[in-house]
C-alpha cells in the first residue's frame, strides 16, 4: 500500500480490452405492479348476454357480465383499509374483508401461506395495502377482491420489496450460519469493492495504514448509487471471486460497502443479484455499508456485517501496536523459565564441584549401587513370580478346556434331551388325562342342564316356520305353520286360533 498522502490504488483494467471495469453502464427497471389483464374479448357478446324473447336477462347472465366487465376494466388495484372480520382456514385460504369509514369490500387470499406475500400483516384491526383482482362471487352475487400481496399500510414500495427479498433469501438459506466463511486472521491482501471518489475509501484506507501497514489494498471502483449500479458491484464480486481469469491478484478477504445514506441510496445492495454474487463468492466478503443504523440485503448475506466502512477495516486487520505489545508480552513470558532453569543448573554445577563428589567419588556412589542391585534382584523376583502364575493359570485354563471337549458335550446334551423326551411323554399323558376327565365331567353337566333334560321332563318348545322362538300368542296369527320340539322328536302344526 502506498504511503498516506498519495494516490491510493488505481482503476483496474480489464485483462480483455482497455476499457474500465466500471465505464460500462448497466440500467435496472424497478418495475411497478402492472394490473393483470386476460386477454380477452367478448365473445359471447351477442348470444351469452342476449335477452330472451321477452327482453329479460337471467341472473346467472348478468352477474357474470358484470364479473367479466370488473374483472376486464379495473383488473388488479392496490386498496387500502381496515382489515375486519378476518378468518383463517385450515386449507390455508383467508377470508376477511377492508373497511374504511365508508364503506367495505370482501377479500378472499387462497392458499395464502404460499400465493400470498405479506400474509402475516392481516390482523383484525391493522390498516394494510392489499394488492389483487376484482372480480364477483356469482353464488353470492357479492363483489370481492382476490388478494395476492399484502403490505402494513404506510410501508413504501422499497421496503415492501426488502422484506420480500429478505423472506425469499432466508428461506433458501443463504442467511445460514454455517455458509459463513471465517476470515482469515492476518491478511495480506484486501479486496476493497466501492467507490473510488467515495468518503468510504478514504476511512478504510486511513485506518488500514495506521493499523496494518503491511497490508496491499486492492481498489475494484464502482458506481455505488444510481441505475445500474447493482450490476456493477456483482460484476466486481464475481471478478474477485474469480482473480487469475480476470487479472486480478487473489485476496485473502473482500470488503463491500459504501457511506451512508436514504434508503433509495444503499438500494443497490439490496438487489437479488448483488446478495447472490455475495453468497457464490469464494473469498469471504465483509458487508460494510452505510452507518450503524443501516441494515441491507448485503448485511445478511455476508460472511461478516461492519457497522461502517471504517469499523469494517477494524474488523479485519489486527492493529500493529497490539501485536507489538502481546509479543513483547509473549518474549518476556517465555524468557523468566528459561532464565530461573538456566540459574537452577548453574547453582546445581557449581554445588557439584564444591561437594564430595568432586575429592571420592567411590564413595558417594556405594550407596546407589548397593540400591540398584536390590531393586534388580527385586524385579528379578517379581518377574519369576509373575511367569509362575501365569503357567498355573495356563495349566488350569487346559484342564477346564478338557472337561469342555466337543465330544463331552455332545454326550451330555444327549442325555438331556432324552430326559427330556421322558418328562414331555409323561406330562403330555397326564395333560390329556386330565383333559378327557374334565371333558366327560362338562358332558355329564350339558346333559343335566341342556333341553334334552327338560324335554324328557315333559316340557316342549314351540318355534315358527322359519326358526324363532314362539314365546308369546301375538306372534303368530291363524294359518302360520309351527314346529313344535319334544323329547321323542318335532311335531308340525298350524295355527287355527
Known sequence: MEAPGRQFGKELRSSRGGK??????????????????????????????????????????LVRRMKNILEIEIGDVWVEGEVSNLRKQGNGHFYFSVKDDKAQLACAAFNAERRCSGHEALQDGAR?????????????GQAQLIVKRVQPAGVGELQARFEELKKKLHAEGLFAEELKKPLPGFPRVIGLITSASGAALQDMVSVLTRRAPWVKAVLFPV????????????R?????????????????????????GSLEDLWNFNEEEVARAIANCSIPIVSAV?????????????????????????LIVPDER?????????????????????RSAQELIRFARRGVLAHDSQRVLREPILRADEVAATMRRLVADRISAREQRISDRRTAWKARHPRLVVERRVEGLRQFRLRYSQQARHCLQSAFQKMERLRQLVRTLGPESAFERGFSITMSKSGTLVTDPEQVENGDQLVTRVAGGTIESEVVK
Open 290 to 314: 452505510g452507518h450503524e443504523i443501516d441494515f441491507t440485503i448485503a448485511d445478511f448475506v455476508a460472511d461478516l456485517r461492519a457497522p461502517t466502512p471504517s469499523a469494517a477495516a477494524e
Open 322 to 342: 497490539e501485536l507489538r505489545n502481546k509479543l513483547q508480552r509473549l518474549r518476556d513470558g517465555l524468557q523468566r523459565p528459561v532464565h530461573a532453569k538456566i
Open 223 to 234: 458506481a455505488v448509487q444510481g441505475s445500474g449500479a447493482a450490476s456493477g458491484i456483482a
Open 20 to 61: 474500465s471495469l466500471s465505464d460500462r453502464e448497466f440500467s435496472l427497471h424497478i418495475g411497478k405492479t402492472l394490473p393483470y389483464h386476460a386477454d380477452m374479448r367478448l365473445q359471447e357478446r351477442g348470444h351469452q348476454y342476449q335477452r330472451g324473447d321477452d327482453g329479460v336477462m337471467s341472473v346467472s347472465r
Open 128 to 140: 394494510v395495502r392489499v394488492l389483487g383482482e376484482v372480480t364477483i362471487y356469482e353464488a353470492r
Open 236 to 260: 466486481a464480486i464475481k471478478m474477485m471471486s474469480d482473480p487469475e481469469n480476470h487479472g486480478l491478484p487473489r485476496c485473502d478477504v473482500v470488503v463491500v460497502g459504501r457511506g451512508g
